[in-house]
Nanobody, 115 residues
């Protein structure tokens, strides 16, 4: 069992930055592919970025060049650095941990981009 706790969301103006963190409890953190997803009202939950245990990343097209995912296996933590935020980035951001036949979600953190 893995528990995920996100933090770092909030209200930011367009063009601003935020860094989200997700701390995982339990063991074998470095065996999981970690990801950030987001869900805006009335829309499906979509992948934002993911990172494997050895640091191979995958970013959604609409965040490439603006968002960076990273992980610290020693701290059981995954980060999402978000720069040049846009109003369309407004959503609840969820942390995800997955490996074969297992997937876990955090409770989500709200990110609002507005002037």
């Amino acid at each position: 069992q893995v528990q995920l706790v996100e933090s770092g969301g909030g209200l930011v103006q367009p063009g601003g930055s935020l860094r989200l963190s997700c701390v995982a409890s339990g063991s074998l953190f470095n065996s999981y592919i970690m990801g950030w997803y987001r869900q805006a009202p009335g829309k499906p939950r979509d992948l934002v970025a993911s990172i494997t245990s050895i640091g191979i990343t995958n970013n959604a097209d609409d965040v490439k060049g603006r968002f960076t995912i990273s992980r610290d296996n020693a701290k059981n933590t995954v980060y999402l650095q978000m720069n040049n935020l846009k109003p369309e980035d407004t959503a609840i951001y969820y942390c995800n941990a997955r490996r074969v036949a297992q997937a876990y979600w955090g409770q989500g953190t709200q990110v609002t981009v507005s002037s």
